[in-house]
């Protein structure tokens, strides 16, 4: 484990989420610091996603505490979580898709109005120049993400990489002080993820701290200071990506024993980019190949 | 140029409502009588299209319509308030009800929300029923006065009811509470909390991940229409001079969602136009009256399949920019398979 800083940004504390029998996220606790890139990977069905909208206060957990800057958020409204600076990203679809793409977030700037709703009615002085700030910095969040030459264009018309990004434009437009980020490159090529490493970089390098939930192991390995890794809902590894490579357990997880049955084990783990390296290579080497080839 | 067209475009309105339409039917105090009662019933039903902005369809707009009746024909009658004191009273207390009763049932989603506030409107007329002491029971309040002078300051705003031609005061009255409400109306889709508004009717969760309060945000949704709908049936007991448990049924509160409908749920002025150009033609054709409701039903089935957008959709060979420009998305309530 890394030595941890007297405050971290965000901790989990022994965090456990029970869905009637089924317990997705079991005794959990890991701790980002501040400028931080941790990634939080495991097979399908580890718990990846609950323990995500854990930490952004989109489920209430069933025990344990989320601290944000030492201090007690567990079980806050999504919208207050987002006041204090965490704010998630959703996956492509989750977006206003009948609103243009710089609607779309100067929509999201709402944290940054100083008028109230009364003022919006009766468009005082104060909601003009809210307006106009947000147009601004909504189109400099838009060229920064590469996505300036499809602002006007209708969210639901635009390609899925754009999307992907539209939804991150969504997330900086609420000033993050902690991102979280689910899935951000799923379903891309790799030329697509260098690109999208490149930007997820960029935003972290503007101050803000990154949490990202994914499958793409590769990218992972690449982008994350730090990487945990669930199976079963529980933390099975925690370290660099180098520490995490060589980790048994992990290794276990994601391909499986020896003696087992090799289709058990999750099909959705294999980067697909591996494929065309070395196509006749059996399943669970591919997957190895997963893991250690990185770039 | 958009300024100058919608500027023009309500004037020209203002005109024919304000002017024309009273000077055509100067004396056929019937005709202007139903005119009035198509104002108030699109009043009404702009809160119900106000809800379908955030992507709730309420089904008990009869309810909130009935509570405002009463509370105005209680405070009348009962307290001995005036009219106007009567008609601000009965919007506060709608409104007040509306959010006790949203801050629970704005948690549903889908058809879940429209399920319970369908039995909202049963509720109202029951508890009309059950308390005879305050409410006269199934009898009802008859005999409510006339609204008398509205004075400030020993200055006459408004001239006693009973004084000048009832008809023309009601129905001038009435306008003016519609345009009210409708400019509210305009004015909240077209400032920053119609996009608020419609982010909620896209994606809560998407909405709360940058920080904006859902809850709070629905319930003063379902408190404005509940505002339009408590003062709308004031308004409308006022005129009939009494109140029955029957006055909004559940059956008002489905054509208030039919009128939106008709009119078309993408610009501001559908509920305007549904409700005058439905009400209307069902007055042209007295005789149809007891086939209305299954004329209502076809009517409604016909729309979701051709017209889904409302008559406001239809492109009409001019431009009038007026109608079409306030619209935003064409709001289709998120079929979510809801969990509550």
Same mark, same amino acid.
């Given at each position: ?45 580890? @718990? ?97 993400? #590469? ?11 635009? $390609? ?33 993820? /260098? ?30 200071? +730090? ?15 180098? #520490? ?11 391909? @499986? ?25 059996? *399943? ?12 | ?35 009035? /009662? ?86 109202? +007329? ?32 408004? $001239? ?160 009038? *920019? ?6 935003? $998305? ?11």
């Amino acid at each position: 484990m890394t030595p941890m800083n007297p405050t971290p940004l965000m901790e989990v504390r022994n965090l456990t989420k029970r869905f009637g029998g089924l317990v997705a996220v079991n005794d959990v606790s890991f701790a980002v610091q501040e400028g931080e890139i941790l990634s939080v990977i495991g097979p399908n069905g580890a @718990g990846k996603s609950t323990l995500f909208k854990l930490a952004s206060s989109f489920l209430t957990p069933t025990s344990g505490r989320v601290f944000f800057r030492g201090e007690d958020v567990t079980s806050q409204s999504p919208h207050i979580a987002a006041r204090k600076g965490i704010v998630r990203t959703f996956q492509e679809t989750t977006i206003f898709r009948n609103m243009t793409a710089l609607d779309n977030v100067v929509v999201a700037h709402h944290l940054r109005s100083r008028a109230s709703l009364p003022g919006f009615f009766f468009g005082t002085k104060t909601a003009g120049e809210d307006e106009k700030r947000f147009r601004e910095s909504a189109s400099e969040i838009l060229n920064y993400l #590469g996505l300036g030459d499809v602002r006007d264009m209708i969210a639901s018309t635009l $390609p899925h990489g754009h999307l992907r990004a539209l939804g991150i434009a969504i997330g900086m437009a609420a000033d993050p002080k902690l991102l979280l980020l689910d899935e951000p490159f799923a379903g891309m090529n790799s030329e697509e993820t /260098t690109q999208a490493i490149r930007m997820v970089r960029g935003i972290r390098d503007r101050g803000v701290t990154i949490i990202l939930v994914e499958h793409d192991m590769s990218a992972v390995m690449t982008i994350s200071d +730090r990487i945990v890794v669930l199976n079963f809902g529980k933390k099975i590894a925690e370290g660099t990506p180098a #520490g995490i490579q060589n980790d048994e357990l992990v290794i276990e997880a994601y391909l @499986g024993r020896e003696d087992e049955n090799e289709e058990d084990v999750n099909e959705e783990n294999v980067n697909e980019e591996n494929g065309d390296e070395e196509t006749q290579e059996s *399943n669970a080497s591919s997957r190895k190949a997963g893991i250690e080839n990185v770039p | 140029m958009t300024k100058v067209k919608t500027a023009l475009g309500a004037s020209l309105f203002l005109l024919v409502y304000l002017v024309l339409i009273p000077w055509l039917f100067r004396e056929q105090p019937y005709r202007l009588g139903v005119l009035t /009662t198509a104002s108030v019933l699109s009043l009404i039903s702009a809160g119900v299209w106000l809800m379908f902005y955030i992507g709730r369809i309420n089904m008990g707009q009869g309810g909130f319509a009935l509570v405002g009746g009463y509370s105005a024909a209680i405070l009348v009658s009962k307290l001995g308030l005036s009219f106007w004191a009567a008609l601000i009273g009965a919007g506060f207390i709608t409104v007040v009800i509306s959010v006790l009763v949203g801050l629970p049932l704005l948690r549903l989603k889908g058809v879940y929300f429209s399920m319970i506030t369908l039995s909202l409107t049963e509720t109202a +007329r029951l508890t009309a029923q059950s308390f005879p002491s305050l409410t006269n029971g199934t009898k009802g309040i008859l005999n409510l006065p006339l609204p008398g002078a509205l004075k400030i300051a020993g200055f006459t705003l408004i $001239p006693d009811f009973a004084s000048i031609d009832k008809h023309f005061a009601f129905y001038f009255l009435g306008a003016f509470l519609t345009i009210l409400g409708f400019a509210s109306l305009y004015r909240i889709v077209n400032s920053r909390l119609g996009w608020l508004f419609r982010s909620l009717q896209q994606n809560e969760d998407l909405a709360s991940s940058f920080g904006v309060d859902v809850p709070r945000l629905r319930v003063i949704a379902l408190a404005i229409c509940a505002a339009f709908a408590g003062t709308g049936g004031a308004f409308f007991v006022t005129m009939q001079q009494s109140v029955y448990p029957a006055t909004f049924t559940f059956q008002d509160s489905t054509y208030f969602l039919l009128y939106c409908f008709l009119g078309g749920l993408g610009s501001v002025w559908g509920a305007f136009v549904g409700a005058f150009v439905l009400f209307l033609s069902f007055e042209m054709l007295q005789g149809l009256n007891q086939f209305q409701p299954l004329i209502y039903s076809l009517i409604m089935i016909g729309m979701m399949l051709w017209l889904p957008n409302g008559l406001l959709s239809i492109k009409l060979p001019f431009s009038f *920019n007026f109608f079409s420009k306030a619209g935003g $998305p064409a709001c289709k309530p998120e079929e979510e398979a809801g969990q509550p």
